[in-house]
């Protein structure tokens, strides 16, 4: 503990319990917010006429000198009594002494980390952004490529590329629309509360808030020291980021496969193996699906911490900052990366089409000609395309097998009908170009469906691009005001 609050209650330290306690190892990512929360404070309290306007130049010159770092000491304790200690080496401590008059470093770091924590949620959304734009870029170059859509990890459906890389595009909108929705919820000022219950002179809350760009003041004094709850949500945020990229990487990593072969993974994102020659590794999503799931284990550590806490501050907190920190560079790093491999994706279309005749993937569409044209209930058309298929699967055969009389014989067999079938009918609902192109409503894969969506996509990146660029402009704002009204009294 800092030897300024130790001649007091306290008035011996041992350095082991300092070293255990200490956060400032961790601080410096909160550094520069605590300096501004100092100048806002102080201006306020000469505005406020709590201390002279001679004092508070004194104190805001000297914070204008300080000069902080990317590593500290570790006998430090922690960052706000690094920058008070530095006042006091500067101006001394008849006039530094004021600088933590009405605010507690309960206050400062709750407001600190929001602070830095609105910038670093402008900073992933960002990369959401650039991410998506990589995908729709894909997506418009690959609206007539057909592959295999899967369930359970079995082929299933034909799909257009296009409309694989759009589900990716609109999971990820959601998750930019929670961390926007996150920001406007933390974006309020704790300062003024103090270490518990505010302070008897007669401070300006909401000036501080407004000087440091908060929407407004974290109003109960109790709330505002004793929540984190916005740091929760934040990596709430971050989780359910991390799983929407974690299930495009576990994509392209069976879809690379040599069991899928749907896609090829560019050579300049992959590794060989030290002994087998012939391998083409795919190291770098892995480690981007290890990274994510760390991201979610920070969250359910977070949520453990801070579960059954009482009321009010309490230091459990400070374990979670770091884990904070940690989510949203693996987030950033993971992302720019995954942005950096999406263009360069190689797409299989002949083998994916080959894969849609040989399982049988268009069946559903035979069934659904047989409701449409022919006037069979769908249990019953289910039931005989159910048939076609063992039939065709115990021959070794595919859909190119299939004909109006094969279709009439089994189902005779399966349910006494004898159904007649146009033999192009068949040929075009067994067809995976045909199949996409009939899937035609909305969200579906067809091409001019996907056509229309990639359009909405884009001018939702657009809008997504303009409101980032709103907020930083506002911050930006706040700052400069800041700057003014300082250089004003000085």
Not at 210 to 236: H, K, P, Q, Y
Request: aromatic share 6%.
């Amino acid at each position: 503990m800092s030897d300024l609050i130790r001649k007091g209650r306290l008035a011996t330290r041992r350095d082991d319990v300092l070293r255990f306690t200490s956060s400032i190892k961790d601080d410096a990512r909160i550094a520069s917010a605590v300096l501004e929360i100092n100048k806002a404070h102080s201006l306020m309290l000469v505005e406020q006429g709590i201390i002279s306007k001679e004092d508070g130049a004194e104190l805001l010159k000297a914070l204008l000198k300080v000069t902080l770092k990317a590593r500290y000491d570790e006998e430090i304790e922690d960052i706000h009594m690094y920058i008070e200690e530095e006042i006091f080496k500067i101006i001394g401590l008849e006039k530094g002494g004021n600088l933590h008059l009405a605010k507690s470093r309960n206050d400062q770091v709750a407001t600190a980390i929001r602070m830095r924590l609105r910038r670093e949620l402008l900073e992933v959304k960002k990369t959401i952004v650039c991410l998506q734009e990589a995908l729709v870029n894909l997506a418009k170059e690959n609206v007539y490529t057909i592959t295999i859509g899967h369930t359970h990890i079995q082929p299933a459906q034909p799909v257009t590329f296009s409309h694989q890389l759009i589900s990716y595009v609109d999971s990820l909108q959601r998750d930019f629309d929670r961390i926007k929705d996150a920001y406007i919820r933390m974006n309020f000022s704790p300062m003024g509360a103090c270490a518990l219950a505010t302070t008897s002179f007669p401070i300006n809350r909401e000036r501080v808030a407004e000087l440091l760009g908060f929407e407004g003041v974290l109003e109960n004094s109790i709330d505002a020291i004793g929540t984190r709850d916005f740091l929760i949500e934040a990596l709430w945020c971050y989780t359910a980021l991390a799983i929407d990229v974690g299930r495009v990487v576990e994509d392209l990593l069976l879809w690379s496969s040599y069991h899928f072969d749907l896609l090829e993974l560019p050579n300049d994102f992959a590794s060989t193996s030290s002994i087998m020659p012939q391998k083409k590794n795919p190291d770098l999503l892995e480690v981007m699906r290890a990274r994510m799931k760390l991201v979610a284990g920070y969250f359910t550590t977070c949520i453990n911490t801070v579960m059954g806490l009482p009321s009010s501050y309490n230091l459990d907190f400070q374990e979670m900052t770091p884990l904070l920190w940690a989510s949203t560079d693996q987030i950033l790093e993971c992302v720019s990366m995954l942005t950096k491999v999406i263009p360069n994706l190689h797409i299989k279309s002949d083998s994916a089409l080959k894969k849609a005749v040989e399982s049988l993937s268009t069946s559903t569409e035979l069934a659904n000609l047989m409701v449409r044209k022919y006037n069979v209930p769908f249990r019953t058309a289910h039931n005989i395309v159910g048939a076609i298929a063992k039939y065709l699967v115990d021959k070794g055969y595919n859909h190119s097998m299939v004909t109006p009389k094969l279709i009439s014989s089994i189902s005779q067999e399966v349910c006494g009908l004898d159904l007649k079938m146009d033999a192009n009918d068949v040929k075009y609902a067994l067809n995976p170009t045909g199949f996409v192109e009939a899937h035609n409503v909305k969200g579906g894969p067809s091409p001019n469906e996907v056509k229309r969506v990639i359009v909405i996509r884009s001018e939702r990146i657009d809008f997504s691009k303009n409101w980032i660029k709103k907020v930083e402009h506002k911050l930006k704002n706040a700052n400069e005001k800041l700057e003014r009204e300082i250089n004003l009294l000085i």
